[in-house]
């Protein structure tokens, strides 16, 4: 166990408060992962279920700081672990996974985003940053990116950098700050975001599911009558059919330890919207807010 100073000494307090937290680099970007996890690079199954891109739900289970926000704790052995030393003496910061504590962070990247917020959100606690303010709201969804100009959803698989605790009292998640996210996937969508050529189907088996409670009938009988059910929708609805399994079948993992090779299910399913005509984009969002829907649920 490390002695707690400094920026590891501010995580040990947001994580007494219930803060899942991470160190951070001077470019306030996550910890590189660790050997096992970087050379995996997708090719199998790592120590912590390999996810090197984060699109998919549940904790990582390396001993490192690998993989951004999967590796946020409120855990203090963890946190004052021989594994995460090195991470706390190179840290630049400190940050939080929002979407663990059932929070979402609207991030306000200048003065337009921030009038704009302060026009059409409802008040709560606010945070100021270097160049505008973060709005948190009590409540978790899905993250994204520019939703509108200058504006960022940090909630469920995303981090944002701990500043201050802020002025002001915290609120209810509207339904305008969700809404966001619903107008940015409808835009894109009108824009004719599609990907050409989907990735070859993996194949799930034990190899890529050590982690999994269920056995492999369980988990084949599920899936193959999921997939049937998004087939089903030739001519519309495929779409929300893949969001309703993605939830149903993460929602039977939330008790594994992992990893349960969710990353090869959520593949099937995908290719099994695309099959319909469903454009890969949207079937991919589609999945990860239904993955990102039983994470909430096991909160």
Same mark, same amino acid.
């Given at each position: ?14 994580? %007494? ?35 090197? /891109? ?21 855990n203090p052995d963890v946190l004052t672990s021989a594994a995460w030393a090195r991470a706390w003496r190179e840290a630049g910061g400190v940050a ?15 003065? =337009? ?19 505008? =303010? ?25 981090y944002a950098r701990w500043i201050s605790t802020g002025t002001g009292t915290m609120t209810v998640l509207p339904d305008t700050v969700r809404a966001?996210?619903?107008?940015? %996937? ?6 004719? %975001? ?5 990735? $070859? ?5 034990r190899s890529v599911a050590t982690g999994c409670r269920h056995t492999d009938t369980f988990i084949r009988t599920g899936l193959e009558r999921g ?23 993460? /929602? ?10 969710? %990353?090869?299910? $959520? ?16 079937? =991919?969002?589609?999945?990860? /807010? ?10």
């Open positions: 166990m490390i002695r707690a100073t400094g920026h590891l000494r501010t995580a040990l307090w947001l994580a %007494e408060l219930g803060l899942p937290v991470l160190p951070l680099r001077a470019s306030k970007l996550p910890m590189g992962n660790c050997h096992a996890c970087t050379s995996s690079k997708g090719a199998g199954p790592c120590r912590c279920g390999d996810r090197p /891109n984060m699109k998919f739900a549940g904790p990582c289970q390396c001993p490192a700081p690998c993989h951004a926000w999967a590796a946020a704790t409120t939080y996974h929002p979407g663990g504590a059932r929070l979402t962070v609207v991030d306000l990247d200048n003065a =337009e985003a921030v009038a704009w917020a302060r026009h059409a959100l409802s008040a709560t606690k606010t945070v100021a940053t270097t160049r505008g =303010e973060h709005w948190i709201y009590r409540g978790a969804m899905q993250s994204a990116n520019g939703v509108r100009p200058g504006v960022d959803i940090k909630s469920l698989m995303s966001l996210v619903v107008r940015e %996937e409808s835009t894109r969508l009108r824009r004719g %975001e599609v990907d050409s050529s989907p990735p $070859a189907r993996a194949t799930w088996d997939l049937a059910r998004i087939t089903a929708c030739r001519d519309e609805g495929a779409g929300s059919k893949a969001y309703g399994v993605a939830r149903f079948l993460a /929602n039977q993992h939330t008790a594994c330890p992992g990893p349960c090779g969710l %990353e090869i299910l $959520a593949r099937h399913i995908i290719d099994a919207a695309v099959s319909v005509d469903v454009p890969e984009a949207y079937a =991919e969002r589609a999945v990860t /807010n239904g993955f990102g829907a039983a994470l909430v649920r096991a909160l």
